[in-house]
């Protein structure tokens, strides 16, 4: 199976606008893979799109792909979310009646209950439904659903409002975390008995430079307690034994280019972990 990192940035763009520092401004002359649009996945054997961050139309159209099939939410944050009206694409307007190729959106339990009170999430879905541009289906925690053979399962993980998603099939495992691992254990049916093939997750805040060990957040910076740092994402990936990692969302305040990333996948692998970091366009066979 085939998975494209149609976006590998995070809940801040590369470039960031108005921001000239090294890593905005190589984005801004070079474009990818030093620039970063906000973080979504497709699936391609499942034809499933993963989140839907604001530049989600110019991701899916800069993709090549002629029709979304489906789509699931991992959580309701703007990031991940503002970039809906690419289910426009689903009409064709230059005929009369208009057809319609709808996509089947996944909201699960949580995801659905917070699309109705927050950003007009659940007004706009079914605005949407009633154009035939998105079938809406809410998923009740533990269900799964399937796509050409594979099941996608989502589950929440210890931040109880964001979704991870288990995908089996072909004798394959593959995770999908878009966000928010904070405080997470990967449980023992994840880790299972056969290895992950890949385990596709968020790298988390760079709290110390991983070349020069400053300090780049202040300790007693909250977002050190709401988010993971790239440290606890290693040790879930030390535990997660997975054939492959990719961590992507990837924030501009990391301050790290792309070939910082290179660079310090290279360090990982020395270490034994099998980690690449995501860019725009990365396409990942399992
Ligand atoms: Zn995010
Ligand atoms: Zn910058």
Redesign the pocket.
Known sequence: MLIEVLGSG??TGTPTPGCFCRVCTLARTRGVPYSRMG?SYFVHELGLLIDTPEESRLQVDRAGLTHIPACIYSHW?P??TMGRRVFEMNVTLRSWPPVTHPTEVYLPQQVAADARAHLGLWEQLSYMQSRGMVRIHELRDGESFALNGWTVRPFPLRETYVYAFMLEGDGRRVLIA???LVGWQPPAEVVGSQPLDLALL?MGLVEFDPFSGDRLIPAEHPILRSEATLEQTLDMVRQLHARRVVLG?IEEPSCLTHDDYLALAGRLQNDGLPVTFAYDGMRIEV
């Open positions: 995070g809940a973080p944050h990031d991940h878009p966000d928010e968020p969302h």
